[in-house]
Nanobody
Framework: QVRLQESGPGLVKASQTVSVACTVS??????????WNWLRQPPGKGLEWIGIIHYNGATYYDPSLKSRTSISWDTSKNQFTLHLSSVTPEDTAVYFC?????????WGQGTQVTVSS
């Protein structure tokens, strides 16, 4: 089973760039047909999909966040990272990473990111 663990700064100020990392164990980022997602859940709202990095390194983003979002990876650390720029208090949420593959979807526990104005 793939295990994922998010880590982030916790509290950031508006206008900054926040980076949230997802460290993977029990699987490889480049394993065939594995897809690595970032999602978030703002307080009182549902899950929002942010973007994805494929096992071959291709990335895709939600159009509403695309201009402020990038996903990178470090295969030597088996880690992929979400970068969200120019954050506002509306970006306050629990950020989740997951792995989608033929056997199902594995989730991290999530990490809270709070943006102060």
């Amino acid at each position: 089973q793939v295990r994922l663990q998010e880590s982030g700064p916790g509290l950031v100020k508006a206008s900054q760039t926040v980076s949230v990392a997802c460290t993977v164990s029990g699987g490889s980022l480049t394993a065939d047909q594995h897809y690595w997602n970032w999602l978030r859940q703002p307080p009182g709202k549902g899950l929002e999909w942010i973007g994805i990095i494929h096992y071959n390194g291709a990335t895709y983003y939600d159009p509403s966040l695309k201009s402020r979002t990038s996903i990178s990876w470090d295969t030597s650390k088996n880690q992929f990272t979400l970068h969200l720029s120019s954050v506002t208090p509306e970006d306050t949420a629990v950020y989740f990473c997951n792995s989608a593959h033929i056997k199902g979807v594995d989730w991290g526990q999530g990490t809270q990111v709070t943006v102060s104005s």
